[in-house]
């Protein structure tokens, strides 16, 4: 096998399509990719046609609407191409009509009221800049989805109108900076993907793992991540044709995967493809994840993208690799070769610095999850607390820039750049692991997001923000009498304005939990108080400036935050309940029956039990505790049923029944620890931390 032959044959890209269209057909749909004109119906039709017989020679056949709906998966519903047998013969039919629109019932996905006010109908609409490809016999056409006024009911809409919101505003700034070939900005983004691996026998033990996805039980193993011998280690034979596999199956997508690699936890890998366009990149990363959990089960494993699968054992996050390029191929956040590209790229490194203090409540928000709150802020993820890192080089020629104002006391107007930029060095830059918004020399990684999220919130809220500093960059300039001084002066604001939000230390201490409240900045800690933002009145405008959410769409998406994460906790305490009284108080009972037996066994021959009585005791302690919470939990479970209000009920899931639930964990795992393992009725942290070989 090689990768050259491999790789795409499964997408319908720019070459299958220039040899299987005509170049009419072939430019216009083109400019309808590259310029969003409009798509003529005569064009859609000649598409349609060439993708079926390129499916049906590949052995697909039926083909897809595919979107991206709230629940953070995606969804598909597979129509085949068979259209009505005309005298016994079966014909093949797709129409341009099938490929731009679809129907699909709004009503059976999260809408966050968005259908009660409206119809229940919805619809799928193709998306031409993702390409379509074949998946287990099906034609895949990527799509956007909405309710039938059009409001958006899915993550790729809103995605494209923020790509559409930043291009607008960075090229109004470009312009005004001069620059007149570039067409459009891009955003680009890679996805770094952590993941665990463990095998699937010993996970289908654990109700927890099946129903959630993390455990909800478990004493710490032995031996955890303080050796350090995982991370980058050899890769375990099984593992490997897992990885394999799935590597290729990834390249005949036409995904660039390319690094895979041992993480920090035992059983924790990482894998990430080479950076695209946004949109693209979403899409991958959506297909990744769905073909890592299938390749996972053909080879007897679990593939496990739960945040926390693991207390106290690092958890899974997903990198987002952000960058802005020109058309012309110039990435606007890369450090430039001339003084006046160094003014440039101070400025847009400034339109990120500002967006990511003024909005620092949504950068937050977009990565909200039940899953997600248990490894921001614990000791190996960044904390809730939205931080810039720009390494000590970049800080400290802004540091220069604002005080010395080197711009007024050289003498020729342009030296800036060549003043300050050179001693930039790129090593210099990517040293700080704990940052949760780093620059790493040509792009910020956001370094918070959820190992189950999409990547398109996260993207959605990078692109709005910086699209809003650049437009009040570029109000300001398009005053300016003198451009460069006018940059200039809104660098050295904006450094100085928003310096608070620059941290360089290590995020992970909880002396910057103290420090970044002197600071004025927010920390929002768990889902229920970050989705709370998101409605602030701030937020709703600049989302409806530049029409990225209506406020129907913002506050539909609230509601299903709060929604979501009730619903998650809900399973996850239901899951408690069930393991503790059906297994776990079973067990300790008749574990603590077996050492009474014991003991009076012992005593009528005359041998001290002392330490018997001991260990009995405190079981049994234990156990009632077990008990008591427990019951408590099922009531608790019933009551927050009872509550109406989204926004009141998430508080309650959180605020009670949550921390019910890690009271009942912390008697069961000091009861695990002192419970003979051959009794205990789950697979142990060991025993699932080092299943793989
Ligand atoms: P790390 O040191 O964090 O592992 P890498 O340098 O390996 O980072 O890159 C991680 C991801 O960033 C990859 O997906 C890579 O393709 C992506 N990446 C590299 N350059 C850019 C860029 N200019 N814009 C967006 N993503 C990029
Ligand atoms: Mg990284």
Redesign the pocket.
């Known amino acids: 096998m090689s990768i050259t032959e491999i790789f795409a044959t499964n997408v319908f890209n720019e070459e299958v399509m220039k040899a299987s269209l005509s170049s009419e057909t072939f430019n216009s749909l083109n400019k309808t990719v590259e310029e969003g004109a409009p798509l003529d119906i005569t064009v859609a039709n000649e598409v349609a046609s060439a993708m079926k017989d390129w499916a049906i020679s590949k052995g697909a056949t039926h083909f897809s609407h595919w979107f991206q709906p709230m629940t953070g998966i995606t969804a598909e519903k597979h129509d085949s191409f068979i259209s009505a047998p005309q005298g016994g013969k079966v014909i093949l039919e797709f129409s341009g009509k099938e490929l731009i629109k679809g129907e699909s019932d709004a009503s059976s996905f999260p809408n966050g009221g968005i259908r009660a006010t409206f119809e229940a109908r919805g619809f799928t609409a193709w998306d031409p800049t993702s390409y379509a490809f074949i998946k287990d016999k099906t034609l895949y056409i990527p799509t956007a989805f909405c309710a039938f006024n059009g409001e958006a009911l899915d993550k790729k809409t809103p995605l494209l109108r923020s790509v559409e919101a930043l291009n607008k505003q960075a090229m109004r700034v470009l312009r005004l900076l001069g620059n007149t070939t570039a067409k459009s900005v891009k955003v ?5 993907q952590e993941y665990f691996l463990i095998d699937k026998k010993m996970g289908l033990l654990r109700p927890d793992l099946v129903f959630t996805g993390r455990t909800l039980f478990g004493a710490k193993p032995p031996k955890g991540q303080e050796l350090e011998d995982h991370y980058f280690g050899s890769i375990k034979p099984r593992v490997k044709s897992f990885m394999e596999e799935l590597d290729e199956e990834l390249w005949k997508l036409g995904i660039p995967v ?2 895979e690699h041992n993480e920090a936890a035992p059983a924790q890998h990482e894998i ?4 695209s366009s946004v949109n693209v990149a979403t899409d991958n990363n959506q297909l990744i994840m769905d073909l890592m959990k299938k390749t996972a089960d053909k080879h007897g494993l679990i593939c496990l993208l739960h945040e926390k699968p693991f207390a106290g054992v690092a958890g899974s996050g997903k ?1 987002n ?3 802005i ?1 020109t058309s012309d191929g110039e ?1 606007l ?1 890369k450090p430039g070769k001339t003084p006046s590209e160094n003014l440039q790229f101070l400025l847009f490194l400034a339109s990120v610095i500002k967006a990511a203090d003024d909005y620092q409540d949504l950068y937050r928000s977009a990565v909200a999850s039940a899953g997600n709150d248990h490894r921001l802020g614990a000791s190996e993820a960044p904390p809730a607390i939205i931080s810039v890192y720009l390494g000590e080089d970049l800080l400290s020629a802004l540091k220069a820039l604002e005080n010395h104002d080197l711009y007024k006391t050289t003498k020729t107007k342009m030296s800036l750049g060549v003043k300050i930029l050179p001693t930039l060095s790129k090593d210099a830059t ?1 040293r700080n692991r704990t940052s949760p918004l780093a620059y ?1 020399g ?2 910020f ?1 956001f370094r918070m997001v959820g190992a189950s999220d999409s990547t398109a919130d996260s993207s959605v809220v990078l692109n709005v923000t910086v699209a809003e500093s650049l437009r009040l960059f570029a109000d300001e300039l398009e005053k300016a009498t003198d451009i460069e001084k006018a940059v200039h002066d809104i660098v050295v604001n904006t450094v100085k304005k928003h310096k608070r939000i620059l941290f360089t230390g290590n995020n992970y201490a909880t002396e910057w939990t103290e420090e970044a409240e002197k600071r004025g900045l927010k920390n929002l800690r768990s889902t229920p108080e970050a989705a709370s933002i998101l409605t602030d009145e701030k937020n709703v405008l600049l989302y409806e400036r530049h029409k990225v959410f209506s406020y129907t769409e913002i506050a539909s998406r609230q509601q299903i935050m709060f929604e979501n994460y009730s619903r998650v906790i809900n399973i996850e305490a239901l899951t408690v309940v069930d393991m503790a009284k059906k297994n776990i108080f079973p067990a300790i009972n008749s574990y603590v029956n077996d050492i009474i037996n014991g003991i009076n066994a012992k005593k009528s021959v005359g041998i001290d039990a002392y330490e018997d009585l001991r260990l009995s005791k405190k079981l049994s302690n234990l156990n009632s505790q077990i008990y008591v919470a427990t019951e408590k939990l099922e009531r608790l479970i019933v009551e927050a049923k009872k509550i109406k209000d989204a926004k009141t009920q998430a508080f309650y899931y959180h605020d009670e029944i949550l921390s019910l639930m890690k009271e009942i964990r912390s008697y069961a795992d000091e009861a695990e620890k002192n419970t003979a393992s051959n009794v205990w009725p789950y697979p142990s942290y060991s025993d699932l931390l080092f299943s793989v070989n």
Do not use: F, Q, R, V
């Open positions: 680009s983004i890679g996805a770094e390319k690094t990430a493809p080479i950076y990198h690799n952000w960058s390029e990435n956040l990517d790493t040509n792009k990684e």
